[in-house]
């Protein structure tokens, strides 16, 4: 018989074995029947070997990719996804492996041998790519992913263009550049939270656009289906070429800084399912010819600009499921046509300026297949009328934060798949009722009942029922008791600023998964718990402040852990910081201040990297706050307050140098300290918001609470202590500096000219030291300075003129007898103390009086030459009376004295 030898190739070979003559012998002395039936089964055999083989790839592209391969070294560093590995490792030429279209992410047309997919996302890859790339070469391409990867900020050419069959396309994350100098980070999979993952979607990188202004290349393109620039920093507006092209499916331009107007281009658009623009800069009205994509099932605008009202047209969406238009400025009622669309799924309009009073069995009658709805934040009442359906659709997301609700609507009673519930900021007063307890026992997972004025639980429940909450918000109530303990699924628990009483129990140190702890102003009372410091890693806020807790910090925070923020303030806190905390290397923010709290300045905790506002105000801290031992520590410093206490010697001139975060300015990044309060894999619909850093400091001579601490707040409040010696002029590189503080020392020598070097400070209070010579006419020079306070001290000398300094009043330089002009009003008579400074560039006080006699003595003298000679006749007497001359001696030094006074 014979057999076939299989090779991956572009035909089949037969192969002869030595017994096929006997074969062959055999089959021609059978009957007519059997030569029939053996040769249907030798064609049908033959059919399916041919339709089970894969070709072999051709030369030219086995020699292109490893060209690819060879232009780029293999870096782990390259890649920062966890599941990353070398994909083109296994990429050999030998006998075993010379097909290519085995090769690991390479996939050919079965039919034509042509590679038509190259899947290297995340495969440790760095070089760049330049126009001479063998990339190029591979025209069959119909799906390119190098996303995770680096490609050393290289520009891609515009031999992209080469690949024109193209449909999905991921550069995401890789490191290009071009036009624009900023790298693209997205995610490769793009998917909507309620009705599952749409197709793998093309993630451009703007950078590489040399010609990126109106992105006409795009138009060479035209097989693509799917198209996303999310996180791409990309500007201006929405660019024109993308109305080109009409095969697409899904355009995703989220997260990027896109203005103008939603463009005219997007209606050409009319096969697309998915729409996503949020997260931009979107200006001006939403377009009544959007409602020309009649296919779209997915419409998020939300996280934009957008104003005017809703359209009447978006009735026509028909195929609409998911509409997002939340956060943005969207005003008047909710159009009765959007009650049309009978496919929506969920309704997003929260966070917008809408109006008027809407009938919640609306929306409830008209979207049968309703899962989410999300009314929060807006300016409309909801009427909340018991329904008569029987058959009440299921939610999973309900929001109706700031809907001025005055009772709990009662379609809830029969809620058991809810997964979200956000009924915060409303009216309801009383109990929580105990039939909210079984809505989604095993599947809600968010709770927010805060900003009520609730009472207490109708049950008298202190274990919660809720088996996978994950999040419960229940801050600014009155509940009053020992607080309840949620399961051990809780991510967040939030239970601040009610009347709870009693101690923490122990069994908290059961709760592994919890990332935010607030039971801060509350009258709990009690020695902490011990586990606080090791009982989870994943904790990352804690915040106990404004109780009664008694005791030690906690010795065991253990290493690994995930705390960023630590608040103990307002409490009777004792001992010292535990040291452990230098463990916690995520650490943000420490607060320890108004405790009672005995130790020396805990340098130690320069090691922290990630450390920016350290406060330990008002306990016993004292002795010399020593010299860094490394110029890296407190390098992220931005905040520190040790005032109230007991420190002494001079003030910490080498830690100034150390704390980097202070020297620059960069006041067009702004970002804000928080932690988030939803956990992956939660609907990103669901608002679960931030939990915010939040500080009560003094500045501006005045104690200000910051209920968001961004980047651009910076200060040094070093005051009510017993620091001596002289101001170092270390603290003049801090540019970045907006509040400094020194007030209530025994500080000594001069203001140090240097400090206008401080372009930023906003506030400068050095009262209540000892400090001499005059105010630097430097200062004068600082335009942000809006308060300015050197009173008590012994300064001498004239007080600056001009700008910000003819704003401050008396009362910044009372205590000085020394100084004068200015606001004050009082001569400087002290003949005994040291004469001013005088200044190079102007004249003295001295001087100026002096021109001003001399002037107004030629002017007597020529008047009274022509009066004596036109009144000669008269007395003198009588002219002496009418004019009151006086000897001029005597007018001479009233007028200087006169003049300083006024000066």
């Not at 086995?62 to 390259?78: C, D, H, M, P, Y």
């Not at 601490?709 to 603290?731: D, Q, R």
């Not at 606001?823 to 004249?843: G, I, Q, R, T, V």
């Amino acid at each position: 018989m014979f057999f076939f030898q299989f090779r991956k190739t572009r035909g089949l070979r037969l192969v002869w074995a030595e017994e096929s003559c006997d074969w062959i012998c055999k089959w021609a002395t059978s009957s007519a029947e059997e030569i029939l039936f053996s040769f249907l089964i030798f064609h049908l055999a033959i059919g399916h070997f041919i339709s089970s083989i894969q070709p072999l790839c051709h030369d030219h592209e086995r020699s292109a990719l490893l060209n690819f391969k060879e232009s780029l070294v293999i870096n782990q560093a390259a890649s920062s996804y966890p599941s990353a590995y070398p994909k083109v490792a296994s990429w050999k030429l030998d006998e075993k492996n010379k097909d290519c279209c085995s090769w690991d992410g390479v996939k050919c047309d079965e039919d034509t041998g042509h590679v038509v997919e190259l899947d290297l996302a995340s495969s440790c890859l760095y070089g760049s790519i330049n126009s001479t790339s063998s990339l190029f070469q591979l025209v069959h391409l119909q799906r390119l992913s190098l996303f995770d990867n680096n490609f050393n900020f290289s520009e891609i050419p515009s031999e992209i263009l080469n690949l024109s069959r193209l449909t999905h396309l991921n550069l995401s994350r890789s490191y290009f550049s071009g036009h624009i100098q900023q790298s693209c980070w997205s995610s490769p999979i793009w998917s909507s939270s309620y009705f599952g993952e749409f197709i793998f979607f093309a993630s451009f990188v703007s950078q590489w656009m040399r010609f990126a202004s109106s992105l006409s290349w795009l138009t060479n393109l035209n097989q693509l289906t799917s198209l996303n620039f999310p996180y791409c920093n990309l500007n201006n507006e929405i660019p024109f070429g993308i109305s080109n092209l009409t095969q697409l499916t899904a355009l995703d331009l989220s997260h990027n800084q896109l203005t103008g107007p939603i463009p005219f281009g997007i209606s050409n658009l009319t096969q697309l399912t998915a729409l996503d623009l949020s997260h931009n800069q979107l200006t001006g009205p939403i377009p009544y010819w959007l409602m020309n994509l009649k296919k779209v099932s997915f419409l998020s605008l939300r996280f934009n600009q957008l104003s005017g009202r809703i359209p009447v047209e978006i009735s026509d969406l028909t195929q609409l499921q998911d509409l997002q238009l939340s956060s943005n400025q969207l005003e008047g009622s909710v159009p009765s046509s959007i009650f049309e669309l009978r496919n929506l799924e969920a309704l997003d309009l929260s966070f917008n300026n809408l109006s008027g009073t809407v009938d919640l069995n609306m929306f409830l009658l008209s979207f049968k297949r309703l899962e989410a709805l999300v009314l929060s934040s807006n300016n409309m009442s909801l009427l909340t009328r018991t329904t008569s359906s029987t058959n009440m659709q299921k939610f999973k997301i309900i929001g109706l934060r700031s809907c001025n609700l005055s009772e709990f609507p009662s379609f809830w009673h029969n809620q058991d798949q809810l997964m979200s519930l956000d009924l915060s900021s409303n009216k309801i007063a009383g109990k929580i009722p105990e039939w909210l307890f079984s809505a989604g026992t095993n599947s809600l997972e968010y709770l927010n009942l805060s900003y009520y004025l609730l009472m207490d639980f109708e049950h008298n429940l202190r274990v919660l029922p809720w088996n996978s909450l994950g999040s419960l918000d229940l801050r600014f109530n009155k509940l009053q008791g020992p607080f309840p303990m949620p399961s051990a699924s809780i991510f967040s628990y939030l239970i601040s600023n009610n009347q709870l009483t009693g101690e923490i129990p122990p069994s908290i140190c059961s709760l592994n998964g919890l990332h935010a702890l607030d039971l801060s102003y509350n009258n709990l009372s009690g020695m902490l718990p011990e586990c606080l410091g090791n009982f989870n890693v994943k904790l990352s806020v804690l915040k106990l402040q404004s109780n009664n807790f008694q005791g030690s910090i906690p010795q065991t925070f253990m290493k690994g852990t995930n705390l960023a923020m630590i608040d103990l303030r307002n409490n009777s806190l004792r001992g010292r910081i535990p040291k452990s905390l230098a463990n916690c290397v995520k650490l943000k923010f420490v607060h320890l201040g108004n405790n009672r709290i005995t130790d020396v300045f805990p340098s130690w905790l320069g090691t922290l990297p990630e450390l920016g506002v350290l406060v330990l105000k008002s306990n016993n801290f004292h002795g010399e706050i020593k010299e860094p031992r490394t110029t890296f520590d407190f390098s992220k410093l931005r905040i520190i307050d040790l005032s109230h206490n007991r420190f002494g010697g001079n003030l910490p001139s080498k830690h100034f140098d150390c704390w980097n975060s202070m020297k620059y300015v960069n006041a067009s990044n702004l970002t804000y300290m928080h932690d988030t309060l939803r956990p992956s894999g939660y609907p990103a619909s669901t608002y679960f918001g931030f939990f915010d850093y939040s500080l009560t400091m003094s500045n501006k001579g005045t104690k200000l609470e910051y209920e968001k601490l961004s980047n651009l707040i910076t200060a040094i409040i070093l005051s009510n202590n017993s620091f001596v010696g002289e101001i170092p002029t270390s603290i003049a590189n801090l540019k970045g500096l907006r509040n400094l503080d020194l007030s209530n020392n025994n500080l000594q020598g001069r203001i140090p000219s240097s400090l206008s070097n401080l372009t930023a400070i906003e506030s400068m209070d050095l009262s209540s030291n000892m400090l001499s010579g005059n105010i630097p006419q430097q200062l004068s020079e600082l335009t942000s300075l809006e308060f300015f306070d050197v009173s008590d001290n012994l300064l001498t000398g004239p007080i600056p003129r001009g700008k910000q300094f003819d704003t401050f009043g008396k009362s910044s330089f009372d205590g000085n007898p020394g100084l004068y002009e200015g606001p004050l009003s009082k001569k400087c008579e002290n003949s005994e103390a040291a004469p001013p400074e005088e200044d190079p560039h102007s004249e003295s006080v001295f001087a100026f009086g002096w021109k001003t006699v001399v002037i107004g003595y030629a002017s007597g003298t020529i008047i009274g030459v022509i009066l004596g000679h036109i009144f000669s006749t008269r007395k003198y007497e009588w002219l002496a009376k009418t004019f009151r001359l006086q000897p001029k001696a005597n007018g001479r030094t009233r007028r200087v004295r006169g003049h300083r006074q006024r000066m």
